[in-house]
């Protein structure tokens, strides 16, 4: 099955931008509905951003018009590109992927937003 390595995280102050990536190992990744989850420190995991095998996306309100995801199949990666970051974005940030009801989970990147 497909692996997930993601990277990009850091600290960054508020009104940054920081860009994350996720690296698939399968080379059926095009097929994939992919995702980006975010989890805070006492929270639960929760939806960020997806991202259809046609490009369709969908966005947490929390987020809309701040960030953007995207990828590129031929290189087997999806990207979030993360605007005007704030203290309440700081969370342990992981790639999933999803394929006939399977999904697939990397081991996070942390983003931490200073205030």
């Known amino acids: 099955q497909v692996q997930l390595v993601e990277s990009g995280g850091g600290l960054v102050q508020p009104g940054g931008s920081l860009r994350l990536s996720c690296a698939a190992s399968?080379?059926?990744?095009?097929?994939?509905?992919m995702g980006w989850y975010r989890q805070a420190p006492g929270k639960q995991r929760e939806l960020v951003a997806t991202?259809?095998?046609?490009?369709?996306?969908k966005y947490a309100d929390s987020v809309k018009g701040r960030f953007t995801i995207s990828r590129d199949n031929a290189k087997n990666t999806v990207y979030l590109q993360m605007n005007g970051l704030k203290p309440e974005d700081t969370a342990l940030y992981y790639c999933?992927?999803?394929?006939?009801?399977?999904?697939?989970w990397g081991k996070g990147t942390l983003v931490t937003v200073s205030s």
């Open positions: 399968e080379s059926i990744f095009r097929l994939y509905v």
């Open positions: 991202i259809t095998s046609g490009g369709s996306t």
């Open positions: 999933n992927a999803g394929i006939l009801g399977i999904n697939h």
